[in-house]
Structure formats: structure tokens, C-alpha cells
């Protein structure tokens, strides 16, 4: 299916076991990922990919835990533990991910004062990261989506992906989502609602 793109959210070390955002079984899924990389012709990856002191670590927020939220300059944002710090190990792709045939990698977060979940829009929910403009100039008008998280970046980039007219699923057989204050099922009932397909 050449106008299909298989779009894998964030495989990444510290969003697995032993990383230090981890999601519970976030490395289960590696295998089903692969065999969907395998099938797709068309494979493009994120990559969670921020600078050191980054405006969402808690760490950079005077008197913050991760898991709390601050108001920004754009609106609420959740303070998370330092992860995917550029160029470090919990930035990689897990080990087991074969990516090799990946057209494209979106890096997102890199803005020190702007987080991104989507793959396709910063938090401020203006700043595109270019990814609609790709997929549409390659053809492409349908995307799935697996990776992690399921209820945060998984679910941003889904919702973008259909207010950009993309014919969009999300296999949640390959997701794996941290549940932050009932966050599974607000966006699970978020995206139902606005036309992702869930199987
Ligand atoms: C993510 C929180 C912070 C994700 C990324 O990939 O879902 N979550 N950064
Ligand atoms: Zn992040």
C-alpha cells in the first residue's frame, strides 16, 4: 500500500524498562513493531529529543516533582523526569527496533521552551514540525500509528493526523501507555471521538 505510512511513536530507551520514563512493558511491544516495519512500504519514525534542561523536566521548574503540572507560556504542561536528552543513551532507539528502512525521523522537543508530544505540531499547537507537508507531498493519505506513549505522544499524533484529513489508526496492540490521572481513557475516548480508528 504505497500511500500508507506506518508512523512509530517514540521507541526509545528511556520511555522503556530501565529508562527513566519508563512505560510498564513499553519493550513488549518491539516485536509486533518490528513485524509491522517489516509489511509497511513506507516507515517514518519520532524522536523524543530534548536539550538538557528542558522547560518540561521537572528538574528545571524551582520546587517541581515530575507528574505535576505548571502553566505555560501555551497552556497546562506536565513536568516529566529528564529523558531523551540529546545525544544520550535514553534518547536511542531501543536496541531491538529494526529501523533501518525508516525514510524519515521527526525529532521533536528540541525547542527548550516548547514540549511536543504530536508528531506533528509542538504543544503550542502551532509550531508544525513539517510532518503533514511530507506525507502529502510523498502521496501519502493514510498513517498507523504504534509506539509509546499511548495516552500522550501516540494519542497527539493521532488526533493531529485526522484534523490533517489523514485516514488515521492506532494499533494498540503495539502501544503501551503511562495512565496519568485517568489520561488512558480520556484520550482512548478522545480519539474514538474524532475519527482514529482503534484496532
Ligand atoms: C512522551 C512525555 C514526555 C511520549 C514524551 O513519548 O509519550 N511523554 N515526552
Ligand atoms: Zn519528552
Known amino acids: 500500500m504505497n500511500d500508507e505510512a506506518l508512523v512509530v511513536i517514540d521507541m526509545q530507551n528511556d520511555f522503556c524498562p530501565g529508562g527513566s520514563l519508563a512505560v510498564a512493558g513499553g519493550d513488549d511491544i518491539v516485536p509486533l513493531v518490528n513485524?509491522?516495519?517489516?509489511?509497511f512500504d513506507h516507515v517514518v519514525m519520532t524522536q523524543d529529543w530534548h536539550p538538557a534542561g528542558h522547560s518540561s523536566f521537572a528538574s528545571s521548574q524551582p520546587g517541581k516533582q515530575p507528574f505535576e503540572q505548571v502553566e505555560m507560556s501555551y497552556g497546562l504542561q506536565t513536568l516529566w523526569p529528564d529523558h531523551c536528552i540529546q545525544g544520550s543513551i535514553g534518547a536511542e532507539f531501543h536496541p531491538g527496533i529494526v529501523w533501518t528502512k525508516t525514510e524519515l525521523v521527526i525529532r521533536k522537543g528540541f525547542?527548550?521552551?516548547?514540549?511536543?508530544?504530536?508528531?506533528?505540531?509542538?504543544?503550542?499547537?502551532?509550531?508544525?514540525?513539517?510532518?503533514?507537508?511530507?506525507?502529502?507531498?510523498?502521496?501519502?493519505?493514510?498513517?498507523?500509528l504504534v509506539g509509546l506513549a499511548t495516552d500522550f505522544c501516540v494519542a497527539f499524533s493521532a488526533l493531529d493526523a485526522v484534523s490533517h484529513g489523514f485516514d488515521t489508526t492506532v494499533r494498540l496492540d503495539a502501544c503501551r501507555g503511562i495512565d496519568l490521572g485517568g489520561s488512558m481513557d480520556a484520550m482512548l475516548t478522545a480519539m474514538r471521538g474524532a475519527g482514529v480508528r482503534l484496532v
Open 35 to 39: 513485524d509491522l516495519i517489516a509489511g
Open 111 to 144: 525547542d527548550p521552551a516548547i514540549d511536543s508530544y504530536s508528531a506533528f505540531f509542538e504543544n503550542d499547537r502551532t509550531t508544525p514540525t513539517g510532518l503533514a507537508g511530507y506525507l502529502r507531498e510523498r502521496g501519502i493519505g493514510k498513517v498507523v
